[in-house]
């Protein structure tokens, strides 16, 4: 029995990183779903939420403002949820190029704030942008152009993270935007994609459906387009560049209240964990997003029945080795960069941990029923 724990702990920390990926790029060649692009230039509202963000709101605004699309047909919402700073000022500037403030009083939170913007915003397409997201010129236009296609509804960009400096967190943020978006190339080619960025995001005015304070936007409204029937698809012409975290501790709170909040947003929508309701999207939440923040338990227990078979062969021994030296490469990470003996196999080893890690800490506040609704924006 204990063998046989280890051998599908294992197989299924090999299916959810690499196995999932073959098998959905397997399918993809076979049953492809190209979606049919088109030059159109509807209505789009940018929405932008943002927290006491002055020191990045004027650039990201102008950014903006500067995209390769007509004037006349673009509007910029801007919602200060109770922001404190000079944050309200700064959007007041830009009311005379047609960027509009909405204050959002007492502060609730991102969700909210989306909730109160969209039915107020005059675009046919909507644009989810942070207060810190840099758009290629031609980003919005590739985003457009997918809604030509009127099976359609959500189209996500490519994340570029500006800084990917060397440093321990910000190599390993790059190295797993790199792995996500190869993903949502493959997913985008069998139908829908099951995680976006939420930086650089569009979807059709009319599928919007408001949220719960507490649920993840960026992960429950492409669900929601999903369940009306509609594909979510990748578009990497669609080019975002953001700091990326350089402190393990900034980066470890961000993933633990993205993780809660996931976790809270499969429970909302687990009917399309139901093989019944879409069998070729339920296969890929499962795979994507379920069994990758559960990953931490097949982590446990390929260690720990590794233990427990220590004395049964010299294959335990050498990959109860290769589990240890896993997990001490991550833990003495900070110390070897410190002394310039890290290296990139280290590095990944140690983001790797940290997510699971993360979804692990997560888990514990989900089994409790903590939610987490309002929290102090990242800063590169």
Known sequence: ???????????????????????AAALGLVAGRPVRKGSIEPMVTIVIAAYNEQDVIG???????????????????????????????????????????????????KTSGLNLAIPQARGEIIVFSDANSLYAPSGLRHLVANFADEE????????????????????GCSTYMRYENFLRVIESRIGSVVGVDGGVDAMRKRLYRPMNADQLPDFVQPLKVV????????EPEALLWEPSLKEAGDEYRMRVRV???????LFDMRKLLAPWHDPLFAWQ???HKAL???????????????????????????????QS????????????????????????????????????????????????????????
């Open 1 to 23: 029995m204990t063998e046989l724990v280890l051998l599908i702990s294992l197989f299924m920390v090999f299916y959810v990183y690499g196995g999932y990926p073959v098998l």
């Open 59 to 109: 650039a990201t605004i102008e950014n903006k403002l500067a995209l390769d699309y007509p004037r006349d047909r673009l509007e910029i919402i801007v919602v200060s949820d109770g922001s404190t700073d000079q944050t309200d000022e700064i959007v007041g500037m830009y009311a005379v190029r047609n960027v509009r403030l909405i204050r959002q009083e007492p502060r609730a939170g």
């Open 152 to 171: 359609v509804g959500y189209v996500t960009g490519r994340m570029m993270y500006a800084n990917p400096d060397g440093t321990t967190i910000g190599e």
């Open 227 to 234: 369940e009306q029937g509609y594909r979510v698809v990748y």
């Open 259 to 265: 993780s809660l909040r996931a976790f809270w947003a």
């Open 285 to 287: 939440l499962w795979s």
């Open 292 to 322: 990758r923040y559960l990953c931490f338990l097949f982590l446990v227990a390929a260690y720990v029945s590794n233990l427990a078979l220590l004395g049964q062969g010299t294959w335990y021994v050498a990959l109860f080795l290769l």
């Open 325 to 380: 030296a896993g997990y001490f490469a991550a833990v003495t990470m900070p110390y070897l960069e410190r002394t310039g003996k890290g290296c990139r196999l280290c590095t990944l080893a140690r983001y790797f941990f940290l997510l699971n890690l993360a979804a692990a800490h997560a888990f514990g506040k989900f089994l409790r029923g903590e939610k987490q609704i309002v929290w102090t924006p990242r800063k590169g």
